[in-house]
T-cell receptor, first 110, second 114 residues
Framework: SQQGEEDPQALSIQEGENATMNCSYK?????LQWYRQNSGRGLVHLIL?????REKHSGRLRVTLDTSKKSSSLLITASRAADTASYFC??????????FGSGTRLQVQP | EPEVTQTPSHQVTQMGQEVILRCVPI?????FYWYRQILGQKVEFLVS????????KSEIFDDQFSVERPDGSNFTLKIRSTKLEDSAMYFC????????????FGPGTRLLVL
């Protein structure tokens, strides 16, 4: 399968806690992109990490990539209620298309 | 900040009717895409487009679907004869100067086929 699989499927935390979501995949990739989707809304791009990169940061977001284990993680630090959304990893496998996983539903309780 | 726009935001149509979904990609982007998301399911790739040609298409993108860049700003997806199972959110996306760049998504068109 070329798609990424996120883990866990759902995550509920308290405001201020950190949230970690994982993405595993089985094929080789050019890059991996993380997106956020609020319920019924569009996809907001968070971070792109290339296959030769190991870690990237953007504000409260930290993404790691381990190509030997074919896995990536998204860490959201000091979570807020507004972070409540679904988070998807999307693989660029060189097919001129992104392949999305099923996502992690994050609920941040105020 | 530049963004991808899509119209309409919602479209209701009768089975068998033709629909055209419209997108305005980010102005200096060269690569364009359509994806769809059936309610409760994952986002699925439909087609990618560059230099006025389809570059890649999925199994979903059959003869009922077509794409066009009729002018320098619009990018359209046409479904010739809609089916009930075409009901979904359709997202347009664009990326800049290579296939391996960030894809920026529009807000989507929610299509309901009755």
């Amino acid at each position: 399968s070329q798609q990424g699989e996120e883990d866990p499927q759902a995550l509920s935390i308290q405001e201020g806690e950190n949230a970690t979501m994982n993405c595993s995949y089985k094929t080789s990739i050019n890059n991996l992109q993380w997106y956020r989707q609020n319920s019924g809304r569009g996809l907001v791009h968070l971070i792109l990490i290339r296959s030769n990169e190991r870690e990237k940061h953007s504000g409260r977001l930290r993404v790691t990539l381990d190509t030997s284990k074919k896995s990536s993680s998204l860490l959201i630090t000091a979570s807020r209620a507004a972070d409540t959304a679904s988070y998807f990893c999307a693989l660029d496998t060189g097919r001129r298309a992104l392949t999305f996983g099923s996502g992690t539903r994050l609920q941040v309780q105020p | 900040e530049p963004e991808v726009t899509q119209t309409p935001s919602h479209q209701v149509t009768q089975m068998g009717q033709e629909v055209i979904l419209r997108c305005v990609p980010i102005s200096n982007h060269l690569y364009f895409y359509w994806y769809r998301q059936i309610l409760g399911q994952k986002v699925e790739f439909l087609v990618s487009f560059y230099n006025n040609e389809i570059s890649e298409k999925s199994e979903i993108f059959d003869d009922q679907f077509s794409v066009e860049r009729p002018d320098g700003s619009n990018f359209t997806l046409k479904i010739r004869s809609t089916k009930l199972e075409d009901s979904a959110m359709y997202f347009c996306a664009s990326s800049g100067t290579s296939w391996e760049e960030t894809q920026y998504f529009g807000p989507g068109t929610r299509l309901l086929v009755l």
